[in-house]
C-alpha cells in the first residue's frame, strides 16, 4: 500500500481512452484506499466504513483520472469543485485527498482524533482539498447548483460534482436543489448518488423508499446515466459521458454496496457507524489484502 508520504501515486491525464491497465492500476487503489480507511477508524474506534467503501472507485477515478485540481495550488479559481455532500464517509475523501498530495498521508490516522485537521465530517477551514463543510445531509445538490451557476456567471469552465447518499436523498431539499439546476440548466453540475441500498439504521427501501431513481430525476429535467458503481472502466465512462452531455444537469445513479469489499460489512447496516473489534479488524484487512492481490 502507498503509505509513505514520498510514495506519490500515478495520476492519469485527462481523456477519454481508458486503458485496461489504467483502469486495473486505478482499481486496486480503490481497494488499497479501503484498507486505509479500515485502518483510520480502527485507530480512534470511530468512524463511518459502509458508506466510505461504497464510493472508493468513484473517488479514485475523480481525484486520479477526472477532476482538474492541483494539490500545489488549492485555490486555484477554475478548478473544479467536488461537492462531498454525504459527509459522514469523509474517511475515504481524506484518504484520497492525501494520497493526491493535498496533505501528509501519515495525517490520515490522526483522524477523528482530538485536534486533528481530519474531523468527523469535512470542514474546509480545517483540511486541504475540501471544499464544502458537511454533515446535515441534504444540501449537496442546491450547494452545486450555486457553484455552476456562479462558474457560468464568472465565464469559467469549471465544473462541479456532487457526492450523495440514496438514503440522503430522503431530505427535501435535494429536490428543490434539483428543481433549480434544470431551470437553469446547469450543465456544468453532475451529481453522483452512491446508491448503495442501505442507511443508518436499515435498507432505504424499509426507512423511505426513493426508487425508481432514474424516472425521478429524469421527471425533474436531469440527464441520467447509470451505472455499476464498482466498475472502475463504467465510472470513467460515465463521467466522460457526462461531460458531452450539454444544456441539462447529469446525473450518474452508482448502484454500489456498502461495505464493499468485506463479506460480513456488505449490505449490513450495523456497519454504517461502527468500530471493528481487533478480531474484525484482522478478518477484514485479511479479505481486502488478498483483493488487492487480484489485482497485482
Ligand atoms: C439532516 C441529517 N439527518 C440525519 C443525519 C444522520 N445520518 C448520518 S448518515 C445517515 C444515513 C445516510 O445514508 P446514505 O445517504 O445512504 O449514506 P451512505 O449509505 O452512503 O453512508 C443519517 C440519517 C444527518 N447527518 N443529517
Known sequence: MDSKDNTKPRVYPYGTNHPAHMAADLARRATEYRIQV??????HQTGHIGGAF???EILTALYFH?????P????????DRLVFSKGHACAMLYTVLAQRGFFPVKELLTFRALNSRLQGHPEPAKTPGVEVPAGPLGHG?????GMALSARMEGSRRRVYAILGDGELNSGVIWEGALVAAKFRLDQLTVIIDANGIQQTGSTTQVMPTEPLAEKWRSFGWHVLEIHGHNMLQVLDALDEA?????QPKVIIARTTKGKGVSFMEYNPYWHGSAPTAEQFQAALAELEAEVRQWQ
Open 38 to 43: 479500515l485502518r483510520m477508524v480502527y485507530q
Open 54 to 56: 461504497s464510493i472508493a
Open 66 to 70: 477526472h477532476l482538474r485540481v492541483d
Open 243 to 247: 461531460d458531452e452531455i450539454h444544456g
Open 141 to 145: 445538490v442546491a450547494i452545486g447548483a
Open 72 to 79: 500545489a495550488h488549492p485555490a486555484w479559481p477554475d478548478r
